[in-house]
């Protein structure tokens, strides 16, 4: 084997941090210098079960040495290879433990950061997990006082509720981004996302939840005055009314065309489907059905 074996690069750098009789003191900085070769070695050949488990040892190995960041970086590399070996709790445990070295150096953007890579990983396969990871890293942010840089992970989570029909906890994220949009004087995004959450309830089928979400936003000033607040108060009137032509016409508006795209695509999901007979459900169910194709139209 040559020197730049990886393989052979591990066996000494495993030598070098054990103890024996002439040995007193490991000899990390050595060891983990190996470790690091090793992995990039590991790496580059595709080896990546092996790969992982070196940048595992370097990642330890930063962290005897007091370099806690360069620790997070070698684990967020061994989470990117549990990615492509579909480790998933791999990924959880790795990233994790990434944004806690970054929290030692008193970096919350890139711990947060973290967390949101693992949560992005997860969605498919794991998307509860991805969920939690999402919240923490949001919980993050907001402790730091920078909830702005949160604001595309509460309509990740939003997004992830809504493909698990969990309308309801869509909507709360929903109205978690807007208190966090107030908090930085981002009123745009503070009134789309009310308007977001009045608009999955409604999607829900839930009338009496859109109409006191509703209310409870106009308590807000910001919200109160804007084009998003007259919007919802005419499409939630139309539904009280069963007016269906102005249904169409507040669907087909530029306020609601201006949402995100996670609250657009609300319409490809799908509640019902055109062969079932409309007569067997509500007028409510018929209106909201609609009002779902216009918005998929428009």
Known sequence: MSS???????????????????????????????????????????????????????????????????AAKHMESAAALAKELRNWTEVIDFYRRASELYMQCDRPQPASDSLAKAARALEDALPDDAVQLYTDACVILEDDGKEQMAFDLYRAAAS???????????????????????????????????????????????????????????????????????CASKLLSAYTEGDVEEIKRVAQSSTISNLDNVIIKLTMVGKGKISLKLEDFGFFYILSFEFLLLLKKG
Not at 5 to 24: E, G
Not at 183 to 189: D, E, H, L, T
Not at 193 to 205: D, E, K
Request: proline content about 1%; aromatic content about 10%; charged content about 30%.
């Open 4 to 70: 730049s074996d990886p393989n052979k690069l591990i066996s000494k750098a495993d030598k070098l941090t054990r103890l024996s009789l002439t040995r007193w003191s490991a000899d990390w900085k050595s060891a983990t210098l190996l470790y690091e070769q090793a992995a990039n070695g590991f790496r580059v050949s595709k080896d990546y079960e092996k790969a992982k488990l070196a940048f595992e040892k370097a990642s330890k190995g930063q962290e005897m040495l007091a370099s806690p960041w360069d």
């Open 160 to 230: 992830i509720y809504v493909k698990l029909e969990k309308f309801t906890d869509a909507a709360t994220f929903l109205l978690r981004l807007g208190l966090a949009a107030d908090k930085c004087n981002a009123r745009n995004s503070q009134c789309k996302a009310y308007l977001s959450a009045i608009i999955v309830y409604l999607y829900a089928h839930d009338l009496k939840q859109a109409e006191k979400c509703y209310n409870d936003c106009s308590q807000i000033d910001a919200f109160l005055r804007s084009d998003q607040n007259r």
